[in-house]
């Protein structure tokens, strides 16, 4: 299911960069859906979920397989960092509790970097490890320029949202 939902959501993403002339849709090159621009490009983890009673939380394997997947890309000089919009789209929505909340709103980047730097400490969490140290192999710069180009969009439609805003 997840693969089928990202080829439509690539689809419905394409739909609306409409108005951006030459725009590119690829699926699973750099990313789950990467869009192209002769401006930027944006790259989609896409997060398909059947039940809408989990959420995204600090430590959500969703989250840190996404950041390990940025890190490393970054790290072999795959993308341009400063020219690369990284956005997580799910259908879970983020804890109230979670510092995701912030990096949504954009709010406080120095207290988000930190915590995120303190959570990629744990060595306890075998199934984050590798996020961990993708994370903690970025230099500082690399780490704040990431977190500030990072969009999440939570509560991001299902299959029949995604059909609907299609027809539209």
Do not use: C
């Not at 993708?134 to 990072?150: G, Y």
């Amino acid at each position: 299911l997840g693969y089928f939902y990202q080829i439509r959501y690539g689809l419905y993403l394409l739909l609306n960069t409409k108005q951006i002339e030459d725009a590119k849709l690829l699926i699973e090159s750099l990313d789950d859906i990467e869009i192209e621009t002769n401006i930027n490009i944006n790259l989609f983890q896409t997060k398909y979920h059947v039940k809408k009673d989990i959420n995204l939380t600090d430590r959500s394997s969703d989250f840190w397989k996404t950041i390990r997947v940025w890190s490393e890309q970054i790290k072999n000089k795959q993308i341009n960092i400063t020219e690369t919009i990284f956005s997580l789209m799910t259908t879970q929505n983020i804890s109230d509790d979670s510092i995701l909340l912030d990096l949504k709103n954009k709010n406080d980047i120095d207290n988000i970097l930190n915590r995120l730097k303190e959570i990629a400490e744990e060595t306890t969490n075998q199934t984050n490890k590798k996020g961990y140290e993708a994370f903690k192999d970025l230099d500082s710069k690399e780490q704040r320029i990431l977190i500030e180009n990072i969009k999440i969009v939570d509560a991001s439609p299902d299959f029949n949202e995604i059909d609907t805003l299609i027809k539209n």
